[in-house]
């Protein structure tokens, strides 16, 4: 009987110091949820390439393509107005766009969703920005978007240098981004 006590012990310190072994090594490799849920990657399969261009209605009936704003750095923001991240980060961007006039062009993405809506909406948070429609969802398709909110930063010469999935909730992460665009 005193030898299935010691046995039982030496197990249980055993399974203790395999799990601090355990911990000890995955201790560097745990992401913060932040990182997670701003992620960057290169869009496509190069990094560093080029931004598929395209063309969609904005608000005001006006179609815009980015290859007009081949020479200035873009700021492509996807989002939808039933998307909670992406309200939150309305008023950050407007910011920017406020903070920079015509150093930066943000064109607002909005994914699969009714003119009237869309206008409504960015009219009661008075955005100043462009915002344009994307009803079927295909240039979102073609950037691979995955998720709301997605931002695209998009140098003077038409090259994507950063993906960011996942809300922008403060003014030192679009800085983080815009400096890649705009330096």
Same mark, same amino acid.
């Given at each position: 009987?005193?030898?299935?006590?010691?046995?039982?012990?030496?197990?249980?310190?055993?399974?203790? %110091?395999?799990?601090?072994?355990?911990?000890?090594?995955?201790?560097?490799?745990?992401?913060?949820?932040?990182?997670?849920?701003?992620?960057?990657?290169?869009?496509?399969?190069?990094?560093?390439?080029?931004?598929?261009?395209?063309?969609?209605?904005?608000?005001?009936?006006?179609?815009?393509?980015?290859?007009?704003?081949?020479?200035?750095?873009?700021?492509?923001?996807?989002?939808?107005?039933?998307?909670?991240?992406?309200?939150?980060?309305?008023?950050?961007?407007?910011?920017?766009?406020?903070?920079?006039?015509?150093? %930066?062009?943000?064109?607002?993405?909005?994914?699969?969703?009714?003119?009237?809506?869309?206008?409504?909406?960015?009219?009661?948070?008075? %955005?100043?920005?462009?915002?344009?429609?994307?009803?079927?969802?295909?240039?979102?398709?073609?950037?691979?978007?995955?998720?709301?909110?997605?931002?695209?930063?998009?140098?003077?010469?038409?090259?994507?240098?950063?993906?960011?999935?996942?809300?922008?909730?403060?003014?030192?992460?679009?800085?983080?981004?815009?400096?890649?665009?705009?330096?």
């Amino acid at each position: 009987m005193e030898w299935r006590r010691v046995a039982t012990g030496l197990v249980l310190v055993a399974a203790v %110091l395999y799990a601090g072994v355990l911990v000890h090594q995955n201790v560097g490799r745990v992401s913060p949820p932040m990182a997670k849920s701003l992620s960057t990657r290169p869009l496509g399969d190069v990094p560093g390439g080029r931004a598929p261009n395209f063309s969609l209605v904005s608000l005001t009936g006006t179609k815009v393509s980015l290859a007009s704003h081949y020479g200035h750095p873009v700021w492509i923001n996807f989002w939808a107005t039933w998307c909670p991240n992406c309200r939150q980060e309305l008023a950050l961007i407007q910011h920017e766009n406020t903070l920079y006039g015509s150093k %930066l062009v943000i064109m607002g993405v909005d994914m699969e969703q009714c003119r009237q809506a869309v206008a409504r909406f960015v009219h009661e948070r008075d %955005l100043t920005y462009s915002v344009l429609l994307d009803p079927q969802g295909a240039v979102s398709a073609a950037y691979g978007i995955k998720g709301l909110p997605t931002s695209v930063f998009v140098s003077r010469r038409g090259v994507v240098k950063a993906v960011l999935e996942g809300g922008i909730r403060t003014p030192a992460i679009a800085q983080f981004y815009l400096k890649k665009i705009l330096g």
